[in-house]
């Protein structure tokens, strides 16, 4: 089996290294997030495991797109909530682990998505407990047409691709995923997609 490493720095690179160091059928080779479709080129991994920021990780699987195959990725991130989206589904991600997993974890987690199973943190799982969550589940708190343009984010729609579908211009829909960040209490569009899901708003 070849591992494919892609981590931020030296030693996110070893922690998860080290979750490999007793399997001697694991050939490991290393590299940057910015770099990932041109190691998954170079090197056609078995599994890949992905340690970053969440954002850093979300950008460097938008460059995955148009690849024919994808291997198995786990990802090893701060925010493993706001990691676990239907664009990283898309993109391969079969584990999702916070940065304070250890190396049983880690090792557990790529047998696992080898495997064909998903292995998800505790957090991708549970709404988070803040003062706007709470009224979250509301369907009252996003209009028909909102809850209309958080599918369509979900799906990974632009606000471009979204007007266009829609009929309405591109003002509006920006208006719209404003207004719709707003009423989830989300900072970003990731992060109102996955509240959306768990609250039942949408579904994937």
Same mark, same amino acid.
């Given at each position: 089996?070849?591992?494919?490493i892609?981590?931020?720095d030296d ?7 080290? /979750?490999?160091?007793?399997r001697?059928d694991?050939?490991?080779?290393? #590299? ?11 090197h ?9 920021t969440?954002?850093?990780?979300a /950008?460097?699987?938008?460059?995955l797109g148009?690849?024919l ?5 786990l990802?090893?991130?701060d925010?493993?909530?706001a ?6 589904r898309r993109s ?6 916070g940065q304070d997993?250890?190396?049983e ?8 998505a080898? /495997?064909?199973?998903i ?12 003062p ?5 589940a ?5 209009t028909?047409r ?6 369509m984010m ?5 606000n471009?691709a979204?007007?266009?579908?829609l ?10 995923v404003?207004?719709?960040?707003e009423?989830?209490?989300a #900072? ?5 997609v996955?509240?959306?899901v768990?609250?039942?708003?949408i579904s994937?």
């Open positions: 089996m070849r591992a494919l892609v981590a931020d030693v996110a690179a070893a922690t998860v290294e080290a /979750a490999l160091r007793d001697p694991v050939h490991v080779v290393f #590299g940057r997030p910015p770099g990932l479709r041109r190691l998954l080129d170079e056609d991994p078995t599994i890949v495991v992905l340690a970053s969440t954002s850093r990780a /950008a460097a699987l938008q460059g148009g690849l195959r994808v291997p198995p990725i990802l090893v991130v925010d493993p909530a990691a676990w989206t239907a664009t990283a391969g991600v079969r584990a999702v682990l997993a250890g190396t974890q880690i090792s557990a987690a790529i047998t696992a080898t /495997a064909g199973l292995t998800l943190h505790p957090d991708t799982l549970r709404v988070r407990a803040t706007r969550s709470v009224g979250v509301d369907d009252r708190a996003l028909a909102q809850r209309e343009i958080l599918e979900a799906g990974g729609l632009s471009r979204i007007a266009a579908r009929g309405i211009s591109a003002y509006t829909v920006k208006f719209h404003a207004a719709i960040l009423a989830l209490g #900072g970003t569009r990731t992060e109102a996955t509240l959306g768990r609250s039942g708003l994937l």
